[in-house]
């Protein structure tokens, strides 16, 4: 459609590929760590970044899925650097072995790309007793930026438990680390009160579609209070948050009639998979992005996001919140 095509600020549209937003760039004796990579814009985002040079550890949930991907990208590019290691978001456990299990590799980390997800579950608790989404899509088993242990759980345990070694990376090579988070236009329509901290794991009230967005929101809050600690700390690490835009992914398992219309609609109003790593990839690695922290993107471009997603006091309560989540035994 037309309206795909109109470029942004970044001189990019939404029609724009991952490989168009990375063309020329090399991206050798880079390592990034891609979540969810065996499947949608999770595995594109690592086949793009393997094309530009980068070395990729695919954080996955299924390790055959992701085996079969890391050697389908390999038989298209024999040179592509992947690893395949296993990793659910939603289970403490996992994640720390995920983290404990890359540092054994000794490899830099020069990029985080928090991408895995899931969205609009029926009302479901994680293995740690957490609503279902809010603990695969954001929480965290955290460490603070000097190292010091605080709390537990998904994509705010696994960037925290990589922190130093990220920063490390950053100092010894002199290159820019980066950190993306990705969201979705959905935080716009989280709960009227943003987070629910009160009833996060509270059944009434429970809307599929409203705590996908709040766990969205809450992506980008972790994004901007990271940004802004790690600005304070003087460090060479960026933390940005992106929309992918609407695309035809196993997100929507859980509503058939969503997927019907995709089937029917979908090639004139959605992006594909191609499409919709873009912004990932156009943040991860272009050169215009250099020292931007703590921005929305969408469409490889600067994006406005929700009042709600720019509260700084609500990012510096929703970040004690998720350390104060697991010294309660990670019960809300």
């Not at 969810?36 to 996955?60: C, D, K, P, W």
């Not at 703590?294 to 996001?305: T, V």
């Not at 609500?314 to 104060?324: H, N, Q």
Request: hydrophobic share 40%; glycine share 8%; with cysteine.
């Amino acid at each position: 459609m037309w309206f795909l095509s109109r470029k942004g600020t970044s001189g990019f549209s939404a029609s724009s590929t991952a490989e168009d937003v990375t063309q020329g760039i090399d991206g050798s004796g880079l390592t990034a760590i891609v979540t969810g990579a065996s499947s949608g814009i999770g595995a594109e985002t690592a086949r793009v970044l393997a094309l530009r040079g980068v070395h990729v550890v695919m954080g996955v949930r299924n390790l055959e899925a992701g085996r079969a991907v890391k050697e389908a990208i390999v038989k298209g590019n024999p040179n592509a650097k992947l690893d395949a290691m296993d990793l659910d978001l939603s289970s403490m456990a996992s994640v720390k072995k995920f983290a404990e299990d890359f540092k054994s590799l000794n490899l830099p980390l020069n990029l985080l790309i928090n991408n895995a997800g899931i969205m609009a579950t029926p009302f479901m608790l994680s293995k740690d007793n957490i609503e279902l989404q809010f603990a695969t899509n954001h929480v965290g088993m955290c460490w603070n930026l000097e190292g010091s242990f605080l709390a537990q759980d998904g994509h705010f345990l696994l960037t925290n438990l990589l922190m130093e070694t990220i920063r490390k990376t950053a100092r010894a090579s002199r290159k820019e680390g980066r950190i993306v988070n990705v969201s979705s236009r959905r935080h716009k329509f989280s709960y009227p009160e943003g987070i629910r901290f009160a009833k996060l794991n509270d059944p009434s009230g429970y809307n599929s579609l409203s705590a996908y967005g709040q766990s969205k929101l809450a992506n980008i809050l972790h994004a901007n209070e990271l940004a802004r600690q790690l600005k304070e700390d003087r460090v060479e690490v960026t933390a940005n948050s992106v929309h992918p835009g609407l695309i035809a992914t196993n997100l929507f398992r859980h509503y058939s009639f969503l997927t019907g219309l995709v089937g029917l609609v979908g090639k004139y109003v959605i992006k594909n998979v191609q499409q919709g790593a873009a912004t990932t990839c156009y943040v991860a690695l272009h050169p215009k992005v250099k020292a931007m922290s703590g921005q929305y993107f969408a469409d490889s471009s600067i994006a406005k996001a929700s009042l709600q997603a720019n509260d700084a006091e609500l990012a510096t309560k929703l970040w004690d919140f998720s350390l104060d989540l697991v010294r309660r035994g990670s019960t809300p």
